[in-house]
């Protein structure tokens, strides 16, 4: 009876060591590989400034690498997918022409086509885009009472392409895996620093990036029930009211928080020393920081 009750005793055991083991695989995606794919313009593949030559050059520590280092513990099949591109349009991510690298021809094309050959296997989708068809225009270089009329046009234009791309990764996820957009940081704040004609200039950007970011991302965005990262509220983008201690000499020694975070977070603000021009992209801290907006949100959809 002992040597009975001892393999039976043996056998549970077994058998639970069993179930423990198919439940831990369940929860690692049984092995297969799962993925993070990210989407967008140069920030969406870690664009810095190379300090030794001034040139852009994408790197491995982006938002997406902030955000892929973060949930590797907890998904360690998880794999990181950049399909994004430097200088990519609302225009371009549809038509390509900027990037030649996309066996579609376009970068929402590859990305349809990646998603749908891993409808099972994607964990999470991230999109950045619109900044560049900002950039790119010559609204602000208008006579004053001509550039509403232009940012108007340019307004409505980025949110039809960018419902599309949208209306287009909704269909391709289907509900199995989130969407996540991000809106943007003033690139102007800059300005600020050159004085009144220059803090002029980046009062107001401020309003016309604040109008961007609301009426045609956050609308286009949430059209289809895609979460948006709020980076221009972590970089407290319009808040002039706050004045912080700055390392140049008066009036610039104290700043709005805002002018002080873009200097700190990104390469606009360089010193004259280094013979590097102010370069829209962020640094390491400010990936840094992109990344954390990103994962306030999408951690709770993840349930972590």
């Known amino acids: 009876m002992r040597s009975l009750d001892h393999f039976r005793t043996k056998l549970k055991l077994f058998f639970i060591s069993m179930l423990m083991a198919v439940a831990i695989a369940g929860c690692s995606n049984g092995g297969n590989a799962l993925y993070y794919v990210a989407l ?3 920030l969406s593949v870690g664009v810095q400034q190379d300090p030794a030559t001034g040139e852009d050059v994408p790197t491995d520590e982006g938002y997406a690498d902030v955000i892929y280092a973060a949930l590797l513990p907890t998904f360690p099949e998880l794999q990181l997918v950049k399909l994004g591109c430097p200088g990519e349009t609302t225009v371009s991510m549809v ?28 964990l999470l989708v991230t999109l950045d885009i619109g900044a560049n068809d900002v950039l790119q225009s010559d609204c602000l270089t208008l006579p004053a009472e001509e550039q509403q009329a232009c940012f108007t046009a340019l307004f409505q234009s980025v949110g039809s392409n960018l419902g599309l791309i949208n209306s287009t ?16 940081y003033n690139t102007f704040l800059n300005a600020w620093l050159l004085g009144p004609m220059g803090q002029a200039i980046a009062m107001v950007t401020a309003v016309l990036q604040q109008q961007f970011n609301t009426l045609v991302l956050g609308e286009a965005y949430g059209e289809f029930g895609f979460p948006v990262a709020d980076v221009a509220a972590t970089f407290q983008s319009n808040n002039f009211t706050t004045l912080v201690p700055f390392p140049l000499p008066p009036p610039n020694d104290m700043v709005p928080i805002n002018v002080a975070l873009i200097c700190q977070w990104t390469y606009l603000c360089p010193s004259p020393l280094t013979g590097l021009t102010p370069d829209i992209h962020p640094n390491a801290t400010g990936y840094q920081m992109i990344g954390n907006t990103f994962l306030a949100v999408i951690n709770p959809l993840l349930g972590l």
């Open 95 to 122: 038509n390509g022409g900027v990037c030649d690298n996309y066996s579609t021809g376009n970068q929402l094309g590859d990305a349809v086509d990646f998603l749908l050959d891993h409808q099972d296997e994607i």
């Open 40 to 42: 967008g313009d140069s």
């Open 169 to 184: 990764l909704f269909a391709a996820a289907d509900g199995e895996y989130p969407v996540v957009g991000m809106n943007y």
